[in-house]
């Protein structure tokens, strides 16, 4: 069975500095990946997803993430976070074999300070 | 642009009691899910359904049941609350065409059993 690691459960950052959440799943088989972002009181919205072709994916609200297959990985990075991007962060893997049915990491929650 | 309600935001019940979260979308998606979020846990996917009248169990079924009787809508049933049931619940739709794979979540219900 699929499992997801998000290394940091909380990371606090200063506005306009960059950040990185780190992502790592455990299949070597075909994977599809997304990262989520859940705002207060509110459900999911997808922030941005791989399925194939360039490794370097880009997301709304200036987000991207790199998959990369031989480390199992696919960390999410904005260059320069608002007070807006207080948030929590979830990475999601499916087996490409599995279909539609998605494995969460636990979450990173990110509070930007001003 | 895809919609996913959920029937209540807050919802307080007490032990013993049998509970019903109702979910609609209303992009004629053929799959459905049922999460629970816990914090540090990520989503736990409960049940999810791939057609109308299929279901078939997550990862945490246990204590819970699901019926979908139309395609837009999938219920989750607590046969008996009890207060280890007390979490988020968050339903979710994908459809199967299209390679999108990413699912659409509704706002979320947040359940208290006292």
């Known amino acids: 069975a699929q499992s997801v690691t998000q290394l940091d459960s909380q990371v606090p950052v200063f506005e306009e500095a960059p950040v990185e959440l780190r992502c790592n799943y455990s299949?070597?088989?075909?994977?599809?990946l997304f990262w989520y972002v859940q705002y207060p009181n509110q459900g999911l919205q997808l922030l941005l997803k791989y399925l194939s072709g360039s490794t370097l994916v880009k997301g709304i609200n200036g987000f991207e993430a790199e998959f990369n297959k031989s480390q199992t990985s696919f960390h999410l990075r904005k260059p320069s976070v608002h007070i807006s991007d207080t948030a929590e962060y979830f990475c999601?893997?499916?087996?490409?074999?599995?279909?539609?049915?998605?494995?969460f990491g636990g979450g990173t929650r990110v509070l930007v300070k001003p | 642009d895809v919609k996913v309600t959920q029937s209540s935001r807050y919802l307080v019940k007490r032990t013993g009691e049998k509970v019903f979260l109702e979910c609609v979308q209303d992009?004629?998606?053929?799959?459905m899910f049922w999460y629970r979020q816990d914090p540090g846990l990520g989503l736990r996917l409960i049940y999810f359904s791939y057609d109308v009248k299929m279901k078939e169990k997550g990862d945490i079924p246990e204590g819970y049941s699901v019926s979908r009787e139309k395609k837009e809508r999938f219920s989750l049933i607590l046969e008996s609350a009890s207060t280890n049931q007390t979490s988020m619940y968050l339903c979710?739709?994908?459809?199967?065409?299209?390679?999108?794979?990413?699912?659409?979540f509704g706002p979320g219900t947040r359940l208290t059993v006292t």
């Open positions: 999601a893997v499916s087996d490409k074999a599995a279909g539609n049915k998605l494995t």
């Open positions: 299949s070597s088989v075909s994977v599809y």
């Open positions: 992009m004629d998606h053929e799959n």
């Open positions: 979710a739709s994908s459809s199967q065409t299209g390679g999108k794979y990413e699912q659409y």
